[in-house]
């Protein structure tokens, strides 16, 4: 049965592709996009920046699955289309009542294929006002990679971009950042589950298991066909729509990355997706619907979905797939505000996300980055021997440009308050167990230690807490020597002495007093010595060995 359940998101965070940071409204357009899709359809009132910046201001969904037997019968159900209208009414009322200048409306593999679909749309223009353009299978394909190429690093190597609707999937691969070829193929969710599994995914077992083997078979011929493979083996996979983001809900479970915000550049593993897969097809519906991470209203297609997906990365022999939490939508913006996203190189969209953050919340930059800088100076000494790993470094120099953005809320806490801030931020070019660890590192860098029994810690797996207390154990000691923030310190010297870790101050000026930084790095230094395993000496210039009466409790 279609839903006619509208779900309502309003005020989320910015986001941006490579060249984004956040404008007032006056520098802005407000635009609405709606997808009609097979499955749902999503409207979000935005407004758009000339370089690319997209600030939410809300978003409605409905769910009237308008794909429903448009495969066997070539024709859009009564009780679809009137869910379908109803929704749309109200989104267009809701993008009229926030003073949308244009209103982007279009239509997808359901509409596109039904022979009522013209019928369909005069009916919404009639009852919404809405005039909606229907899209050809490229241009979805085409508005699916503009918004990778907003929210992911394609400007070195090869992608395919890809796309799974309730009736098609969209495959856009690209080299460089330039596009090469645009494929539509009608491989859908619903399509899919309709024409091969029926009332098996009720039950699930072997009668499932053998309508999947079918579906695959039959998919692999498709692809074998339409996806040339000499010139895109190996190539990267980003995936975006519905059944991408629950396959990362579901593995991020998986993984025990529970408390991630967004599921947004998950990056899930090509065997992680076939276990997952495998899981699924043995349960019956009832039971699909409670695995954790899953929609409950998509238990019933996820699977022929994650089929799909299984063959292409096969096909292409990608290692793994990236997820996109953006898709169509945010191509449509762009699009209607005449946008052209920047390609961006490895790294280029994470550090201006990073960076946009800490400005947004108008952060003290010389403070900021002397920590970071110190930080990493004590991470290359250091970091192999207390057993940090080449990603981490990233991590903590995140972590350390971003650790005092909670002054944008409050000064009491603000450890806290940064916490907050840096996970519920939209940050491009990171995983969400990365956003996690940035967050929790930064939490740490004042207060008492890291503990099991703090929420905000106690809930990672142990893999990921152990990485949070070795960085937090350095930013605590690099905040330390600038706790006058004067940017005394030059840089650290460290060495190790048996079963003492000597970290000597240099200062950046000649005859600088470095008292205070001195005190504030050997108040800070307990969480590094648990983690090193060994006293740690914090040594002024003239090489006296600073000592405090520490009584446990750190201030700042």
């Known amino acids: 049965m279609a839903s006619t359940a509208l779900v309502r998101n309003g005020g989320t965070p910015a986001t941006g592709g490579a060249g984004a940071t956040v404008r007032t409204n006056k520098d802005s357009v407000r635009v609405a996009a709606i997808d009609i899709g097979s499955n749902s359809i999503r409207q979000m009132v935005a407004d758009v920046s000339a370089n690319g910046s997209i600030r939410v201001v809300d978003q409605l969904k409905a769910q009237p699955r308008l794909g429903t037997g448009v495969t066997a019968t070539g024709a859009l159900a009564a009780e679809p289309m009137q869910a379908a209208i109803d929704a749309l009414s109200r989104m267009a009322t809701l993008a009229r009542q926030l003073g949308a200048n244009r209103i982007e409306a279009v239509a997808t593999s359901a509409v596109r294929d039904a022979s009522n679909g013209r019928a369909f749309i005069d009916r919404v223009r009639a009852d919404t006002g809405l005039r909606v353009r229907t899209l050809d299978g490229e241009d979805e394909a085409r508005l699916t990679f503009r918004s990778a190429l907003a929210h992911f ?13 309730g009736g098609s999937i969209e495959l856009a691969l690209s080299a460089d950042g330039l596009l090469d070829r645009l494929i539509s193929l009608p491989l859908g969710a619903i399509r899919l589950s309709e024409q091969y599994l ?31 493979v000499r010139d895109w083996r190996g190539a990267q996979v980003i995936g975006s729509g519905g059944t ?3 396959l990362a809900g579901m593995y991020l479970h998986r993984q025990g990355v529970e ?16 276990h997952i897969l495998d899981a699924l097809q043995d349960m019956p519906l009832e039971e699909r619907a409670t695995v954790p991470g899953l929609n409950p209203a998509r238990a019933d297609i996820v699977v022929a979905g994650l089929a ?4 292409v990365i096969a096909r292409v022999e990608a290692r793994e797939v990236a997820v996109s939490a953006y898709g169509i939508r945010e191509g449509l913006l762009l699009e209607t505000a005449r946008v052209a996203p920047t390609v961006a190189d490895p790294g280029e969209a994470r550090a201006r996300s990073v960076r946009e953050l800490a400005e947004r919340t108008h952060y003290e930059s010389p403070h900021a ?28 120099a995140d972590a350390a440009l971003l650790h005092d953005i909670g002054y944008h809320i409050n000064y009491n806490k603000h450890h806290k308050h940064s916490y907050h801030l840096i996970l519920h931020a939209d940050l491009l070019g990171m995983t969400p167990e990365e956003q996690l660890a940035v967050a929790t590192v930064a939490r740490y860098h004042r207060g008492t230690a890291p503990k099991k029994s703090h929420e905000d810690y106690g809930g990672l797996d142990r893999a990921l807490r152990r990485r949070v207390k070795r960085l937090a154990a350095i930013l605590r000691v690099a905040d330390g020597f600038d706790r006058g923030h004067a940017c005394a310190v030059s840089r650290i010297k460290v060495r190790w002495l048996g079963r003492a870790m000597r970290l000597t101050a240099v200062p ?6 470095l008292r205070l930084e001195l005190w504030g790095a050997s ?9 090193a395993k060994v006293k740690v000496e914090i040594v002024a210039p003239d090489g006296q060995v600073i000592t405090t009466d520490d009584d446990g409790v750190e201030i700042d």
Not at 308 to 311: G, L, N, T
Not at 523 to 531: C, N, S, Y
């Open 369 to 396: 980055h002397q920590v970071q800088r110190l930080a990493l100076q004590l991470f290359d000494a250091i970091g192999d021997r207390i057993g940090c790993e080449p990603g981490d470094r990233e991590v903590l």
């Open 153 to 165: 690093d394609l400007g070195v190597g090869r992608w395919v971009v890809m796309d799974i609707g």
């Open 259 to 274: 408390n991630a915000r967004t599921v947004h550049a998950a990056r899930v593993p090509r065997v992680e997706i076939e």
């Open 198 to 228: 029926g009332a098996a995914l009720e039950t699930g077992g072997r009668q499932l298991r053998r309508g999947i083997r079918k579906l695959r078979r039959d998919v692999r011929e498709t692809l074998r066909t339409h996806l040339p």
């Open 508 to 513: 950046a000026r000649v005859r600088v007093p």
């Open 308 to 311: 799909v997906i299984a063959e």
């Open 523 to 531: 108040r800070k230094a307990a969480l590094l010595e648990e983690v």
């Open 244 to 246: 991408f983001t629950n």
